[in-house]
């Protein structure tokens, strides 16, 4: 049982650290927009429209972090072995 407590801990952790380095990057993104708007308010719609896909690319990691987090949790591919060693 030990081993899908593990699993849990890996999985939360892993999706933590995921949302911290997400939400990190996002707010990087819309400082560095905000700046080039004040800067240069005639470019705020090309700056927008790079930092809209910016963000969209930020946010496939987290989505990325999501799915390794459920893979680990449901679909584990070592959970049958680890049941035959708990099983002797």
Same mark, same amino acid.
Request: glycine residues 14%.
């Given at each position: 049982? #030990?081993?899908?407590?593990?699993?849990?801990?890996?999985?939360?952790?892993?999706?933590?650290?995921?949302?911290?380095?997400?939400?990190?990057?996002?707010?990087?993104?819309?400082?560095?927009?905000?700046?080039?708007?004040?800067?240069?308010?005639?470019?705020?719609?090309?700056?927008?429209?790079?930092?809209?896909?910016?963000?969209?690319?930020? #946010?496939?990691?987290?989505?990325?972090?999501?799915?390794?987090?459920?893979?680990?949790?449901?679909?584990?591919?070592?959970?049958?072995?680890?049941l035959e060693l708990l099983a002797k």
């Amino acid at each position: 049982m #030990e081993f899908f407590a593990w699993c849990v801990m890996a999985a939360g952790i892993g999706m933590g650290l995921g949302a911290i380095g997400t939400g990190i990057g996002q707010g990087h993104a819309i400082q560095g927009a905000c700046e080039g708007v004040a800067r240069n308010p005639g470019a705020s719609g090309k700056i927008l429209t790079t930092m809209m896909i910016g963000l969209a690319m930020v #946010e496939s990691l987290a989505i990325y972090v999501f799915v390794v987090a459920m893979i680990i949790l449901f679909a584990n591919p070592f959970t049958d072995q680890v049941l035959e060693l708990l099983a002797k």
